[in-house]
């Protein structure tokens, strides 16, 4: 069981919000960091999905470039969602991602749910700001569903299928104290290139009280 988030449609920050049009239960839209072509989303309401479209040379290192769909909020979140890449061609290492994010900075610390083009799946996570990013690869190839959770400060990272239940693959700790930014986000991993990915059902929660967590 889980508690639904009662999100306020507006832009929490202007100076990074892009207007967009309908970003259905999120609240702005960015280009995070240096991309050649200004992201887009269409959401379609009848279908549930999200069409993403963005530039960016990657994620990674100590700083990112990316098209980021958030809401910014506070406490334990689950982001779950079904991913699709629109195109079989592009780098190896383009990006769907489950993302959470301290700021909007290119260097901000992070956490993120990512499936790559070429199947891998990994937990990407930058600690410090503008330090440099880390992640934990797991034994799973192409997983359609994916599920990033936040209980205080233990990501986890969940895999499956559609229409099937997830599975855990693992956790990182980290410390994004505060509210954070939730969201959505694609890389090509080509500063020239655009990354096309359908999000559909997506769902963004808070999860239910546990009597005991990680860390305890």
């Known amino acids: 069981m889980f508690k639904k988030i009662f999100l306020t449609f507006g832009l929490v920050n202007s100076m990074f919000a892009q207007g967009t049009g309908n970003v259905g239960i999120f609240e702005g839209a960015s280009d995070v960091g240096e991309v050649a072509k200004r992201g ?53 290492h383009r990006k769907a991602v489950l993302m959470i994010r301290k700021e909007l900075e290119p260097g901000s610390p992070h956490v993120d749910a990512t499936v790559h083009g070429n199947g891998l799946a990994a937990l990407l996570y930058r600690e410090v700001a503008d330090d ?43 410390d994004l104290s505060g509210p954070v930014y939730a969201g959505l986000a694609v890389c090509p991993h080509d500063a020239k290139a655009e990354l096309t990915v359908v999000f559909t059902d997506v769902v963004l929660e808070h999860p239910a009280p546990v009597e005991s967590s990680k860390g305890k």
Do not use: C
Not at 46 to 58: C, D, L, Q, S, W
Not at 59 to 80: A, E, N, R, V
């Open 132 to 174: 440099v990013s880390r992640s934990v690869q797991f034994p799973v190839n192409g997983p359609t569903r994916i599920r990033l959770e936040r209980r205080g400060n233990w990501y986890t990272f969940y895999e499956g299928t559609a229409g099937q239940p997830l599975a855990e693959a693992g956790s990182v700790q980290v």
């Open 40 to 92: 887009s989303v269409a959401f379609d309401s009848a279908k549930g999905e999200y069409r993403m479209t963005g530039g960016g040379a990657n994620i990674w290192g100590k700083h990112d470039d990316f098209y980021f769909l958030w809401s910014k909020i506070s406490g334990d979140i689950t982001l779950t969602a079904t991913v699709r890449f629109e195109s079989k061609a592009g780098q190896p």
